[in-house]
């Protein structure tokens, strides 16, 4: 057994535009002043409560709930307007296929809903490569490791034979707390060296020397 578990936005899809969009909509639902796209990217990677109260510190638990409700609402809108556009990174189908290829078993773990993974993967023509989908809908945020380790009892697989790929120090981290191997890219919303302080054993600057590690 060798399973892959990716991370989505921001490792497999560029999907930074529609979300500092939706979520400048729900702090402009509630008259507050967005915070800066920098700051919305890096926040990127936690369920949506969690990425409210990292951009509003002195929000309570009720606000961050309906200001979620807001992001999702305009997430949704967009998504029906047709102005959601998630694309994959440049190499990433063509590594995914290769490691497929090679006997590698593919799971996701992300930030992301239920519906809005499974819209992203099918819209990409990628849904059929993974086996096990892990998203905010049915765990507590990352870094905490229930997602991993719902993956790995999915696959049938140990940890010892799994690997979390991410962009964000969040990701490198659940993957420490699921006793996995992590490892980074640095075409997302962290910085290569927090992701090797966050635990990552290599960070890949493409998708092939992505798959090159994986398969060496």
């Not at 998504?79 to 189908?93: D, H, K, N, T, Y």
């Not at 919303?189 to 990552?200: I, K, N, V």
Request: charged share 20%.
């Amino acid at each position: 057994m060798k399973l892959a578990v990716f991370d989505c936005d921001g490792t497999l899809v560029d999907g930074q535009a529609p979300i500092c969009e939706a979520m400048e909509a729900a702090f402009a639902a509630f008259s507050l002043p967005s915070p800066t796209r920098g700051s919305i990217r890096r926040a990127v990677g936690l369920s949506l409560p969690q990425a409210i109260r990292q951009l509003l510190p002195d929000s309570d638990a009720e606000q961050q709930h309906a200001m979620a409700e807001a992001y999702k609402l305009s997430f949704r809108t967009a998504r029906e307007q047709g102005r959601v556009a998630q694309p994959l990174f440049p190499g990433i189908e063509d590594t995914l296929r290769a490691l497929h290829a090679n006997g590698w078993t593919l799971g996701v773990a992300t930030g992301m809903s239920d519906r809005g993974l499974g819209f992203c993967l099918e819209a990409n023509g990628i849904a059929d490569l993974f086996v096990t989908l892990q998203t905010a809908d049915r765990h507590p945020s990352k870094p905490h490791p229930a997602m991993l380790e719902e993956a790995l009892f999915e696959a049938g697989a140990q940890a010892s034979e799994a690997v979390m790929i991410g962009d964000t120090a969040y990701d490198m981290q659940m993957a420490t707390s699921a006793q996995v191997r992590a490892v980074g890219v640095d075409w997302g919303y962290h910085h290569p060296r927090e992701l090797s302080e966050a635990g990552a054993e290599m960070v890949a600057e493409t998708p092939a020397q992505l798959l090159e590690h994986l398969l060496r």
